[in-house]
């Protein structure tokens, strides 16, 4: 079953807009949540994560918000640019689980010129 | 720096045989993870190692999946006896710490096409 659902497989907007990313969440475990970004032909890379504790963390155009309550959180990226083109996933932890992070199947990104 | 490097980048083995696939992680990583992306799926976990050891092997599908670790530095996932649902992106990644306290670094993934 899936645990990390993101349950939009693609997203396209045009450049200088704001792009807004989601996923869900089953296991009522998961206390840290993080997105990685993925180009063709390359592995993941970190991109922003955030604690339960917390609801909203930001770095620079990217900011992460945490719906604990819906178990649901959004990636948003303002402003969006064309090199932001990329698979986004969500990938969830919890603690006493060092070993390993679940990861959603993925959204595809693609901003347009 | 040095990334996480693995080899091959690609593999292409008729059904049966077995393969080996290397994963060089960033120096003084402690931490080492093994995933598997299958066609239009996320990233399923593999086996994670905490130095040489692996406290962690829930995700290896079956018994034809082994890895072990050397010198907390290089590691080898084994398939044996290949079958087409093999087939997939294998992902190596490597932590400084582990998931909770240190990013993961993937690397480039080496693209297995079972035949």
């Known amino acids: 079953d899936q645990q990390v659902k993101q349950n939009s497989p693609s997203l396209s907007v045009q450049e200088g807009r704001i792009s807004i990313l989601n996923c869900d969440y089953t296991?009522?475990?998961?206390?840290?949540f993080l997105w990685y970004k993925k180009y063709p032909a390359e592995g993941p890379t970190f991109l922003i994560s955030?604690?339960?504790?917390?609801d909203k963390n930001e770095d620079g155009r990217f900011t992460v918000f945490l719906n604990k309550s819906a178990k649901h959180l959004s990636l948003h990226i303002v402003p969006s640019q064309p090199g932001d083109s990329a698979v986004y996933f969500c990938?969830?932890?919890?603690?006493?689980?060092?070993?390993?992070?679940?990861f959603g199947k993925g959204i595809t990104l693609s901003v347009r010129p | 720096g040095a990334g996480v490097s693995q080899s091959p980048s690609n593999k292409v083995t008729e059904k049966g045989k077995d393969v080996e696939l290397r994963c060089d992680p960033i120096?003084?990583?402690?931490?080492l993870y093994w995933y598997r992306q299958r066609l239009g799926q996320g990233l399923e976990f593999l086996i994670y190692?905490?130095?040489?050891?692996?406290?962690?092997k829930s995700g290896l599908p079956s018994d034809r999946f082994s890895a072990e670790r050397t010198g907390e530095s290089v590691s080898t996932l084994t398939i044996q006896r290949t079958q087409q649902e093999d087939s997939a992106v294998y992902l190596c990644?490597?932590?400084?710490?582990?998931?909770?306290?240190?990013?993961?670094?993937f690397g480039n993934g080496t693209r297995l096409t079972v035949t």
């Open positions: 990644a490597s932590s400084l710490l582990g998931v909770r306290n240190s990013p993961l670094h």
């Open positions: 296991n009522s475990m998961f206390d840290y």
């Open positions: 955030i604690s339960s504790i917390k």
């Open positions: 990938a969830a932890s919890y603690t006493g689980a060092n070993s390993k992070l679940t």
């Open positions: 120096s003084g990583h402690t931490a």
């Open positions: 190692f905490q130095g040489n050891s692996a406290p962690d």
